[in-house]
Each structure stands twice: as C-alpha cells, then as structure tokens.
C-alpha cells in the first residue's frame, strides 16, 4: 500500500515538473515578440530626426536667395540719364543756349552767369563746327564766343584750355580783345572790340 502511495506521489510531482516546462517555454514566446515593436521604434527615431534636419536646411536655403536678391537689387547700377533743361542744346557732354538777343561781349557773359553757364568755348574742330551749326539755324552770321585777350594771352572765359585753335584772321590784341565766330563754313573765329553787340551762345557743363 505504501509502495503505491509514493508511486502516486513520484507521478503527480513528474507531471507537475512537466507542466512547469511549457510554462517557461511560453514565456520566452511571449517576451520575443515585444523585441520587435522596440526595434521599429528605433529605426523611426533617425527618420523622424533626418526629416527634421531637412526642415532648416531648406528654410535656410531660401532665405540666403533672398538676400542674394535684395543684394543684387541694392547693388545693380542704375542707368545713367541726363538732360538739358528746356531750351538748351545737348551737345556731347554739354548744354548750349543760343541767344539771340545782340548784347556787348561782357553783357553776354554777364547774362549767361545768370543762366549759370558762361560764353561757349571750342576745344575742337567738331565743338567749333557745332557752334557755328547752330549759329546759321538762327539765320546769324556771326556770335560772341568765350575767347578774350588778357596780359598776351588767349584764354577761355569757362576757363578750359585753349589747346585748339582755328584763327580766321586776327586784329590788334589789346584793343580787340573779345572773340566771335563766324558762321560759314570753313570760316574760324575772328576777334572785335567788346562792346561791339553780337548773338552770343552759352555752355552750361550739364550732363547731356
């Protein structure tokens, strides 16, 4: 009877150590699963942080545009324009007033002063050509230019030099000492007492 009884025994405690195997065995089953969900969150993580380091990256990109363009707005150079005002002539880098109104040589002077300009000088052969172009289209034949004598020498009223030169004949110095074109072509200039009353062109130094 004894003998029996601790069969028993030996089989209920077998069966229950064979129970209790499984049991650890569906416990590992179930713990690997949980691996997988810890993985995927680990591989979004970078993606989530790539995506928002693109985010300022572009947003820079674009404000570095802007400013190229603001830049190159605020550095592009603006088109030169120039002009003479109403009434005046554009000729190369100047302005001229023909006026038709005969006054002495230092009345002429004086009136282009109140322009702001002063008697018209010729530092070429184009310039003096121009000069006597606009004197025939006021149907003169002659006008006070800037060119007076003064201690032996010839000089221009506007103060520029006087390296060109185009004499058609000249009188005494000292008592004709003011200058005047003549308008026909192929004709220089020729020099008069100043009180003598001509036309006269002022040059203004506007940008034309």
Not at 170 to 177: E, K, L, V, Y
Request: hydrophobic fraction near 40%; charged fraction near 15%; proline fraction near 5%.
């Amino acid at each position: 009877m004894k003998v029996l009884i601790i069969f028993a025994l030996l089989c209920v405690a077998l069966s229950a150590r064979a129970a209790a195997v499984p049991v650890e065995s569906d416990a590992v089953a179930v713990e690997e699963p949980k691996s997988a969900p810890e993985e995927a969150v680990e591989v979004e993580a970078p993606v989530a942080e790539e995506k928002l380091s693109d985010a300022p990256g572009q947003f820079f990109s674009i404000g570095f545009n802007q400013t190229e363009a603001v830049e190159e707005v605020a550095v592009a150079p603006k088109a030169a324009r120039s002009f003479c005002p109403d009434g005046w002539l554009s000729y190369q880098s100047k302005c001229y007033m023909f006026v038709n109104t005969p006054r002495s040589w230092f009345n002429a002077e004086e009136h282009c002063n109140e322009l702001g300009a002063s008697l018209a000088s010729a530092s070429s052969s184009p310039e003096y050509r121009y000069l006597q172009q606009i004197t025939r289209t006021a149907n003169r034949a002659t006008a006070w230019i800037g060119g007076f004598y003064l201690q032996g020498y010839w000089m221009w009223i506007d103060r520029s030099g006087m390296y060109y030169t185009n004499w058609y004949s000249q009188s005494t110095a000292t008592s004709n000492s003011c200058m005047y074109l003549q308008s026909a072509v192929g004709q220089g200039w020729r020099n008069l007492g100043c009180g003598t009353q001509y036309p006269f062109i002022c040059v203004h130094n506007y940008r034309c």
